[in-house]
C-alpha cells in the first residue's frame, strides 16, 4: 500500500503537490484561526457582561450612597431643631443649604396639614403636600419613610421623596420635613464621564417607567421599559440579571437591578450594544478568512496581517476598558481589582494618591502592591474572603506609613474588588477625644486631691438650699467637725455651726454669696469650736453662677489668722517703713483712677446746676465754699496726673511767642480772692508789659500759679509779689534775638530752712504740715514746677532766709519782636441770641455724669439729646431727624469703643463737621493722639462748668470761622 502511495505521488503534478502542501498548511492556520476568533468573541462577550455588571455595581452604590446622603441630610434638619426655629430662621437656613448642597438635592418642610412652608426651592412654597401617601405615613409613625418615585410640580422631573416627621414643642408630631433626590442626579454627576460607545445607563421605577437616562434623552424620561425586559427583571427576584434584548432593531445586552436591591423604589439597567461590542472581532475573522483563502505564497504575509489584526483588537478592547475605568475612576473611594492570583487588573487615581509606591501596580503581585492593607490579620482576612467569596470590611494601620485605612473587599468569580479609604483622621479625632477624657479625668482626680491638701479651708454649699456638698479635712479641724449635711449653712435661717458664727442665720459670708450673690474677701470673724477653743477666722466666698446668672454654688475658704494677726502687728513698723517708699505711686494711682474722676465731674455739674435754684446769701455761700472745696480737691488731683504725665513723658509742649503781661494777668485775677481773704498785698512788677517770650503757654502759667500758689500758701502776713526782669538784648518794646526774661515771684512768708532748699522740690515734701493737712495740698507743686523746668529748658532758681521769706526764679527766653502774634479777638458764645435753641448731642456711658451734663446745658439754653453710646446717638439722630449744633462726648465709651468714632459717625450723617469736644478722665496720651487725629479738642475730667463753657465757645467759634471761609470761597452762606 505504501508502494502504491508513493507511486501515485509521484505521478500527481507538481502544483498539485504545491497545492496539496499549501492546503495541508493552510487548513490547520485556518482550523486555529476559526477556534482563535470563536474564543476571542466568547472572552469578549464575558468581558463586556463582567464589566457591565461591574458598572452596575458602582451606579447602584453610586445611587445608594446619594440616598443615604439624603436621609443624613434629613436627620441632620430634624435633630437641628431647624424646623421648630420659625418661618424666617427656617428659610434662612435652607437658603444656605441650597448654595451647599447639589443641585439634585431638594429640602422641603411642611406643617401637619401638608403645607411647605420652608424650601430650599422657592417654588415649593405653599405646595400641598397632605393628600401623599407617604406624607400621611411619616406623620402617623414618626419614622423615616422613602416614597416611590413621582414627578414633581411644576417642573415634571421625576424625584424620589425621603420624609420625616419634625415634633412641635409639645411633643407631638408638627410637620414633616422632606427631601427630595431629582433623579437628574445620574446626568450631573456621570453625564460629563465618556461612556463605551452604544452604552445606556436607564434608572425606572416600580411600574417599570424611565425616570433617568444617559445618554440623556428628553423624550424617553417617563416611557415604559420594553415588556420582555421588565418581566426579567421582576424574574430575577432580588438578583442581578444578564440578557440580551432587540430594541429598535438593535440587539443589547443588558445588565439589571430589579426593585429588592439598592434603594427598594428603583430598577437600574445598563445595555450595551453587542454588535459594537463584538464588531473588532467579527472584522478581524473576516479579514483572516479572507486572507487564508489566498496563495501559499502570502501565507507569510496573512500570518503577519492577522497578528497585526489580531494587537489592533487588543488595543480596541484595552481603549474600551479604559473608558469603563475612567467611570471607576469617578468615585470617591480607591478602587483596585484583583484576579484569583492576586495579580492587579486596576487601580485608580484615588488608590494611587493613597499608596504611593503603587505607581505600575498592574500585572503585579497584590501583596507587595498593597502591602500596607494585607500586613497581619488584614491580609488573612482579604485571603478568607477571596476563598469563601463573602464580602468583609475593616479598619487597618499601615506598617509603614502608619496611615489608618477603611476597607472593604468585595469577592467575585474572577478575584477580589478592594474599596478603601484614608481613616486616619477620623481615628486621630477619636483618639483625642479619649485622650482628652482621659486627661480630664486625671485633673478632676488632681483637682480633687489638691483640695483634699489645701492648707485652707474649703465648703462647697449649694443654692438655695445651701446644703454643704463639699469640705476638706483643713475645714474639718478648723471648725472642729461640721454637722449632718442637711442642716445646710445657715442660708434657710438654721444655725448650722457651734455658736452660729461661721455659718448660722445667714449672716457668714458663705451665707450671703448664696443669697445675695455677694463676693466676699478675707472677712475676719470670731469662732469658737465645739471644745470651746475660741479662734479668728479669715473668711473668703465666691458665688458660682449659671450661664442664665443664678447663683448655684457659693464657695467658701477659711483661714486660722490668730497667728497672722500676731505677726501682723509685730511687723506693722517695718511694714510702714517700707510702705513710705511706695506711697507717692499709691496715691497717684488711687486719685487719678477713672472712677475717681467720674463722681468728681458729676459733683462739679451738678454743683452748677445748683445756682439757679439757691437764691438766698447763705445758701450761695455755702455753695461758693463747696465749689471751693472742689476746686481744691481739683487741683490735688490735677497735680497728681501731671506728676504721672511728665514722669512718662506724655508732655508734648507747644513752645510759640506770646505776651507776657495777659498771662500774668490771669494768674493775678484768678488769685485775687484768695489773696484778698488772707488780706495779703499783691502787686506785679514789670519794666517792658509788651514783652513777648517764647515759651509754651500752658505748661509756663502752671510754673508760675504753682510758685503764686506755694507763696500764698506759706504766707500768713505781708506781701506777695511777682516781678518780671528783662535781661540780656531786650528792650521797649519787646525782645531782641538772645534776649531773657526772669520772672521772680517773691513771699514774706516763713521761709526754707537752708538743709530744705533741694528737698522742697521732691514729691510729697512739704514744710511745717505734720499732720499732713490736705487743705494744704500734697506737695507736688514743686516737684511739677521742676519737671516743667526740664521740660521747656527754663531754669529755676530759690533763695529763701527763714522767717523772712523766699524768692523763686523762672528765666525764659524773649520772643523777637517781629513774631509776636496780636492779641486774640474776644469771641462771643456761638449759641448766645437767636430764635431757635441750639441742640447739643451728650454721649457718656456714666448714667450721673449724662444727667449732670444734661441739666447744665439745660441751664445755658440748649436743646439737650443724651445717649450711652455711638449707637444710640446714631439712632436718636435718625428718629429725631434733627442734626446737633455741637457734640460733647465721652471718650471710652462701652464695648470698649471710642467717642471719636461717635464724632465721626454724627458728622457723615450731618455732611459737615459739627463742632465736637472730646471729655476723659484718662490720663494715657491714647486719648489725645486720637483727638488730635480728627481736629478735636479734649477736656479731662474733672472740668468746672465755667472751663466746660469756654471750651464749647472754643469750638463753636472756631467752626463759625470755617464756615465764613467757605461761604466766601463758595459765594454763599452755610447755615450752622
Known sequence: MAVL???????????????????????????????????????RENEVRNDTLRLLDLLDAEQQRIAAEARQVLATIVESGVPQAGPPSCQQTMDRLRTRYPAY??????????????????????????????????????????????????????????????????????????????????????????LPPGMEMVIADRQGHVVARLPEAPDAIGQPLPTAMLQAMRAARGARSVAVFETGGTERMVVSAPLETGTGESMIAI??????????????????????????????????????????????????????????????????????????????????????????????????????????????????????????????????????????????????????RDATERRRLEDERTLLTRQLEAERSLLTAILDHLPSGLLVAEAPSGRIVKVNDTALRLLGGLPAPAAGCGCDGTRAGNGGAGFGEGLCPLSRALRNGETVEQEDMPYTRPDGAAMILSVSATPVRDADGRVTLAIGTLRDV??????????????????????????????????????????????????????DEQGQRSLEMLERGLDTLKGLLDSLLDVSRLDAGAVDPRVEPFPLTSLLDEIAASYAPI???????????????????????????????????????????????????????????????GGRVRIEVSDTGIGIPPDQLTRIFAEFHQLNNPERDRARGLGLGLAIVQRLSAILDHPVEVKSQPDRGSVFAITVPLAPAETAPPPPPVTASAFTGGGEAPRALLVDDDAIVLLGLRDMFREWGYEVRIAGSTDEAVAKIEADGRMPDVMLVDYRLREE???TEAVVRVRAMAGWNVPAVILTGEAGPECELDAAAHGLEVVRKPVTPRQLRRVLDRAMAKQAKTAEAATGAEGERLSL
Open 675 to 737: 489773696l484778698e481773704s488772707k488780706a495779703l498785698a499783691f502787686r506785679i512788677v514789670q519794666q517792658d508789659r509788651a514783652a513777648t517770650v517764647l515759651s509754651d503757654r500752658v505748661l509756663l502759667g502752671r510754673m508760675v500759679r504753682n510758685l503764686l500758689e506755694n507763696a500764698v500758701k506759706y504766707t500768713e502776713r505781708g506781701a506777695v509779689q511777682i516781678a518780671v526782669q528783662t535781661q540780656g538784648n531786650g528792650g521797649q518794646g519787646g525782645g531782641a534775638q
Open 897 to 899: 469703643r471710642v467717642g
Open 562 to 615: 490668730g497667728e497672722r494677726k500676731a505677726m501682723e502687728r509685730a511687723l506693722q513698723r517695718a511694714k510702714e517703713e517700707a510702705d513710705e517708699a511706695n506711697r507717692a505711686k499709691s496715691k497717684f494711682l488711687a486719685a487719678a483712677s477713672h472712677d475717681l474722676r467720674q463722681p468728681m465731674q458729676s459733683m462739679f455739674l451738678f454743683t452748677g446746676v445748683l445756682h439757679r435754684f439757691i437764691r
Open 5 to 43: 502511495l508513493h507511486q501515485i505521488s509521484l505521478a500527481m503534478p507538481h502544483y498539485l503537490r504545491l497545492f496539496l502542501l499549501i492546503v495541508a498548511a493552510v487548513v490547520p492556520l485556518a482550523a486555529l484561526q476559526f477556534m482563535t476568533q470563536h474564543s476571542l468573541r466568547q472572552d
Open 271 to 420: 445595555g450595551i450594544d453587542r454588535d459594537a461590542a463584538l464588531r473588532p472581532v467579527r472584522e478581524a475573522m473576516v479579514s483572516s478568512l479572507a486572507l487564508f483563502g489566498g496563495v501559499l505564497l502570502l501565507t507569510c504575509l496573512g500570518a503577519a496581517w492577522g497578528m497585526r489584526q489580531f494587537l489592533r483588537v487588543r488595543d480596541r478592547m484595552l481603549e474600551t476598558v479604559v473608558e469603563k475605568a475612567s467611570v471607576l475612576e469617578s468615585t470617591t473611594d480607591a478602587v483596585a481589582e484583583l484576579d484569583r492570583s492576586w495579580r492587579v487588573v486596576f487601580i485608580n487615581e484615588r488608590a494611587r494618591s493613597l499608596l504611593p509606591d503603587s505607581g505600575n501596580a498592574v500585572g503585579r503581585n497584590g501583596r507587595q502592591v498593597f502591602a500596607e492593607l494585607m500586613a497581619g490579620d488584614s491580609g488573612r482576612t482579604l485571603q478568607q474572603a477571596m476563598e469563601r467569596r463573602e464580602a468583609v470590611e475593616f479598619e487597618t494601620q499601615g506598617p509603614r506609613s502608619g496611615v489608618w485605612f477603611a476597607v472593604r473587599a468585595f469577592p467575585s468569580r474572577k478575584g477580589l474588588a478592594l474599596y478603601f
Open 105 to 194: 438635592l431638594s429640602v422641603e418642610v411642611a406643617d401637619r396639614d401638608g403645607r411647605v412652608w420652608c424650601a430650599t426651592d422657592p417654588v415649593s412654597l405653599g405646595v400641598d403636600l397632605g393628600g401623599i401617601r407617604t406624607f400621611q405615613t411619616a406623620l402617623a409613625t414618626g419614622a423615616l419613610t422613602m416614597g416611590e418615585y413621582g414627578l414633581r410640580y411644576p417642573s415634571q422631573r421625576p424625584i424620589l421623596p425621603f420624609r420625616l416627621a419634625y415634633p412641635s414643642p409639645d411633643g407631638t408630631p408638627g410637620g414633616v420635613v422632606t427631601v427630595l433626590l431629582d433623579a437628574r442626579w445620574l446626568e450631573e454627576n456621570l453625564g460629563s464621564r465618556p
